[in-house]
């Protein structure tokens, strides 16, 4: 597959199938993603890949978090902070096409809420990642970090896997100390739900649109 291909078929995909992906081809794509790019060889990313029972743990300690109040602790500022103008429209835009596609009105805040909590039961995959960086590092750093989680999307896709970032794996970060093996001062800034899709789920049919090439773009000669 081209590097072109695997660009395009990327997407956010939110139904898996319950098959594990075999140990052997995961570690074969986290040791090729190790190869990402960073500023002066730092590398300062780390990857917990949570899967199988301890997977499942996991989920029912976050959702018994969320359910009883307890307040999000994320390390690093939420993406969605301090977003204005066109960032906020285009972050508007994408809640209500992930939401129309699946027939909720904004009205309808019981289903809204539903179908948020799915984040944190990683949307039926198999396997979860928590992608951490010391907390002493900053936005300059966290560069390399989208670098590397970008190589490790595209990888899983040209082995015909799919995946999900999410920031609201960020939010919960207890319970993933206790399981998820992190480096010490280390602090999540995302997670990765991630497996193979489960074709003809109403979910996977969302699709964002992305802004024309002028918008984000500057040719100067």
């Known amino acids: 597959m081209h590097v072109t291909q695997a660009i395009k078929n990327r997407r956010s995909i939110r139904g898996f199938k319950p098959d594990a992906i075999p140990e052997a081809t995961l570690r074969e794509i986290l040791d090729t993603a190790r190869h990402a790019p960073s500023n002066c060889n730092t590398q300062p990313w780390h990857f917990t890949v949570v899967s199988g029972e301890a997977r499942a743990r996991l989920q029912e300690a976050i959702m018994a978090e969320i359910l009883s109040g307890k307040a999000p602790s994320p390390a690093f500022p939420p993406g969605d902070v301090g977003l204005t103008g066109v960032y906020k429209e285009r972050q508007y835009d994408c809640a209500m096409t992930?939401?129309?596609?699946?027939?909720?009105?904004?009205?309808?805040?019981?289903?809204?809420?539903?179908?948020?909590?799915?984040?944190?039961?990683?949307?039926?995959?198999?396997?979860?990642?928590?992608?951490?960086?010391p907390v002493s590092m900053g936005p300059v750093n966290g560069v390399d970090i989208g670098i590397y989680l970008q190589t490790l999307m595209l990888l899983l896709v040209e082995h015909g896997m799919a995946s999900i970032p999410q920031g609201a794996l960020a939010f919960y970060p207890d319970e993933v100390l206790k399981i998820a093996n992190l480096p010490e001062g280390h602090g999540i800034i995302c997670g990765l739900s991630f497996g193979y899709e489960q074709e003809g789920e109403q979910i996977n049919k969302v699709v964002m649109d992305r802004a024309p090439l002028e918008d984000t773009v500057t040719l100067i000669s």
Do not use: C
């Open 98 to 133: 992930y939401y129309g596609t699946m027939g909720i009105e904004r009205h309808e805040k019981d289903k809204r809420q539903a179908l948020m909590l799915k984040n944190w039961e990683f949307f039926g995959a198999p396997h979860v990642g928590f992608l951490s960086m």
